[in-house]
């Protein structure tokens, strides 16, 4: 590929001093608006990325970016040693929003998880009476959680947690979507068992959406053996699958609610762990926190957030918009595609080798003709835009996706 020499510029600095553990696309962005991203020499994208989810309010939101600047001319940053005027209005908000007693700030969904597992195994010691040394939390292979060592415990991704050990004890695996794998492992470790941890999509292993029921039976089976049902739906929560929470798709309410990305509006790492009294309260002053988690700054951009999220409808227009967006891939005739799967705008198409070329090659030509989207795990293509895209807009992009895997025919 030919590069501009300030494309290599940027690209050659970040290759020389930053870290190798990523391998990004070759495109150097430099403005955002909408579903749309521009390079340096001025090259209009459709994002089909969304950093991951972490923009379903659309890029540079201009009411999400007037709240963030007008709190940092006032106030950003208290830490929780003193209270503030942006904390409480941000913890009221998402009660009410999304029905849990309480909220516990974090940054990253990484930490999210991880509060929610000490959160789990403070509620298993404490209230169920389980021995801190024998207590567990079963986790679902193919999951993605984040990076943190607790976290990579979890993972069955050797890329994740080979050579970092030693890891964290305490975790069981079970297969994804297998609820008699649950019932089996619940039957055997249920007395000794806290939690049950499960994205309601798995996103990262390429948005591999569960049976209808399978969440729901999850849950009711954690009941029976009085055992907490933690969502993870830092990629699929707040509207991205077509429901607020992608659980809801199993008319499940999960005893604790991890969010992240998206509540960050695009504009700032904010996660938060849900739950109600019962489970929230075993945790008193000091024993767990963040000097930024709740940022007064952070606590401001969430409300604003969430409220964008309400009033422009977002979770009605994905649902609609992704019916629109697989009947479209779906017309396309080719040897590349074996299937396209996902529930509102959270979906993946799985491409069949062909001539040599794979997913990274139809991401490459994609991005020439002005779409980024980036492979999973080697042969699929995540598709998820901000959610302010437009039906038209939708369609064009379909129509760019084609010619791309047209042209590598
Ligand atoms: C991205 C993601 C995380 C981790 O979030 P970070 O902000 O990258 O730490 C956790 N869980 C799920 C399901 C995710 O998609």
Redesign the pocket.
């Known amino acids: 590929m030919k590069f501009t020499a300030k494309e290599k510029h940027y690209m050659d600095m970040e290759s020389k001093y930053g870290a190798k553990n990523y391998h990004p696309l070759p495109v150097v962005l430099e403005k955002g608006k909408g579903a749309f991203v521009w390079d340096v020499n001025g090259k209009k994208y459709f994002d089909f990325l969304s950093s ?1 989810s972490a923009i379903n309010q659309g890029h540079c939101n201009p009411k999400i970016v007037k709240a963030l600047c007008d709190q940092a001319h006032k106030l950003c940053l208290t830490s929780r040693a003193f209270y503030n005027t942006c904390l409480c209005d941000y913890e009221k908000y998402i009660h009410d929003y999304f029905g849990y007693d309480r909220v516990l700030p974090m940054n ?4 999210g ?1 991880e509060t929610a597992l000490k959160l789990a195994r403070r509620w298993g010691n404490v209230k169920k009476g389980i021995p801190n040394n024998k207590i567990k939390i079963i986790c679902c292979k193919g999951n ?4 943190t060592i607790t976290v990579i415990t979890m993972s069955d991704d050797p890329s994740s947690y080979s050579n970092y050990g030693p890891l964290t004890p305490g975790f069981i695996q079970i297969p994804y979507n297998d609820t008699k794998a649950l019932e089996k492992t619940l039957d055997k470790y249920g007395k000794e068992t806290c939690a049950f941890i499960v ?1 309601p999509i798995q ?2 292993a390429g948005i591999m959406v569960p049976d209808d029921g399978y969440l729901k039976k999850c849950y009711d089976l954690c009941h029976k053996h009085n055992v907490l049902f933690i969502a ?1 739906e ?2 699929t929560g707040i509207a991205r699958t077509g429901r607020m929470l992608c659980s809801q798709w199993d008319n499940v309410r999960p005893d604790m609610v991890i969010l ?2 998206a509540l960050g509006g695009g504009v700032l ?1 904010v ?1 938060a762990c849900l739950a109600d009294d019962d489970i929230m309260l075993n945790i008193a002053p000091g024993e767990h926190g963040s000097t930024f988690g709740g940022f007064t700054l952070a606590a401001r951009v969430a409300v604003e957030a969430l409220k964008f999220v309400k009033d422009e409808h977002l979770t009605e227009k994905s649902e609609k918009l992704g019916k629109v967006f697989r009947a479209e891939i779906a017309k396309i005739k080719s040897p590349y595609i074996s299937e396209i799967r996902g529930r509102g705008l959270l979906n993946a198409v799985v491409i069949k080798p062909h001539n040599g070329k794979e997913a990274w090659d139809v991401c490459l030509e994609m991005m020439k003709n002005g779409l980024l989207a980036k492979p999973t795990h080697r042969h699929i293509i995540r598709f998820a835009p901000p959610l302010v895209i437009t039906e038209a807009q939708i369609k064009q992009a379909v129509k760019i996706i084609a010619k791309s895997i047209k042209s590598l025919e």
């Open positions: 991951y990253s969904g990484a930490e998880v993605f959680h984040g990076r994205e996103g990262e993870d830092v990629q992240g990305k790492p996660s």
